[in-house]
């Protein structure tokens, strides 16, 4: 049975850091390009970040610089670490698994406002 599940996500000023996580299950995770997009409301899902199985990253314009994609293939595990957060990165969260087969987890919230 595949599982991502996400956590992580809270209430944060402007100009806060927050890091998620998506811990995985029932996947070859290390042979999975990992994700995260997001999904503000009234908008549709974006991507915000990618990981590759051999570490190659990818960044929307709109996190660059500021978002880290991570990876541990022993956790099975990837992280998202968000510096200098903006009101406007306020969205659900969504963990991917790409490979074999596509799965995403159930999401985690992230607000940023004071």
């Known amino acids: 049975q595949v599982q991502l599940v996400e956590s992580g996500g809270g209430l944060v000023q402007p100009g806060g850091s927050l890091r998620l996580s998506c811990a995985t299950s029932?996947?070859?995770?290390?042979?999975?390009?990992m994700g995260w997009y997001r999904q503000a409301p009234g908008k549709q899902r974006e991507l915000v970040a990618t990981?590759?199985?051999?570490?190659?990253?990818n960044y929307s314009d709109s996190v660059k610089g500021r978002f880290t994609i991570s990876r541990d293939n022993t956790k099975k595990t990837i992280y998202l670490q968000m510096n200098s957060l903006k009101p406007e990165d306020t969205a659900v969260y969504y963990c991917?698994?790409?490979?074999?087969?596509?799965?995403w987890g159930q999401g985690t919230q992230v607000t940023v406002s004071s």
């Open positions: 990981i590759t199985s051999g570490d190659t990253t």
């Open positions: 029932g996947i070859f995770f290390a042979k999975y390009t």
């Open positions: 991917n698994a790409k490979w074999a087969l596509e799965a």
